[in-house]
């Protein structure tokens, strides 16, 4: 299964119970480090995130996932907070965070894979970015991986927003 397809089917079967928990499912992201393959879960609430709120989704979605087994191999599961390095998956997060910085990459096989500007919003399905004075219409589906560009100063005052709107 390619990343993608993986992070969209974990999103499916975890996603129920995240949100059963009172929990925000931020992103859902496959990364590989000198450790092995990660599922890292990325969870919000109007609160913040406390380390045992990350444990309990842990405990929750361990066994979701070990039932439906959509990862063939071994892999370590991660569960926190969004942080500074916001992860953007939905369409909707996209609209959100609209006059953000934000980096995005695309799945590959695309002539240009990687853009860097400040997000424009959402058409249909197209993630609209601004980069370099020009705006590029990027399909949502062919985003490998997504995330804002913040200074610890924007960071925080865009987790007082997003606590409050909550």
Same mark, same amino acid.
């Given at each position: 299964m390619i990343p993608?397809? *993986?992070r969209k089917r974990v999103r499916e079967l975890i996603e129920p119970s995240v949100r059963r928990l009172g929990f925000d499912l931020v992103a859902v992201e496959w990364v590989g480090d000198t450790r092995?393959?990660?599922l890292r879960v990325s969870i919000d609430h109007p609160q913040g995130i406390r380390a045992k709120d990350c444990a309990e989704?842990?405990?929750y979605i361990s066994p !979701? *996932?070990?039932e439906a087994d959509p990862i063939e191999s071994a892999y370590t599961l991660e569960v926190s907070s969004p942080g500074i390095d916001r992860p953007v998956e939905r369409l909707s997060d996209f609209e959100r965070?609209?006059?953000k910085r934000a980096r995005i990459r695309l799945e590959e096989g695309h002539p240009r894979r990687r853009f860097s500007g400040v997000l424009s919003g959402v058409d249909g399905d197209e993630? *609209? !970015?601004e980069v370099d004075g020009a705006v590029h219409r990027i399909r949502h589906e062919t985003i490998d991986r997504a995330h804002l560009v913040l %200074?610890? %100063?924007e960071y925080a005052k865009l987790a007082e927003v997003l606590h409050d709107d909550e």
């Amino acid at each position: 299964m390619i990343p993608s397809e *993986l992070r969209k089917r974990v999103r499916e079967l975890i996603e129920p119970s995240v949100r059963r928990l009172g929990f925000d499912l931020v992103a859902v992201e496959w990364v590989g480090d000198t450790r092995g393959p990660i599922l890292r879960v990325s969870i919000d609430h109007p609160q913040g995130i406390r380390a045992k709120d990350c444990a309990e989704v842990t405990h929750y979605i361990s066994p !979701v *996932l070990d039932e439906a087994d959509p990862i063939e191999s071994a892999y370590t599961l991660e569960v926190s907070s969004p942080g500074i390095d916001r992860p953007v998956e939905r369409l909707s997060d996209f609209e959100r965070f609209r006059g953000k910085r934000a980096r995005i990459r695309l799945e590959e096989g695309h002539p240009r894979r990687r853009f860097s500007g400040v997000l424009s919003g959402v058409d249909g399905d197209e993630v *609209l !970015v601004e980069v370099d004075g020009a705006v590029h219409r990027i399909r949502h589906e062919t985003i490998d991986r997504a995330h804002l560009v913040l %200074d610890i %100063d924007e960071y925080a005052k865009l987790a007082e927003v997003l606590h409050d709107d909550e």
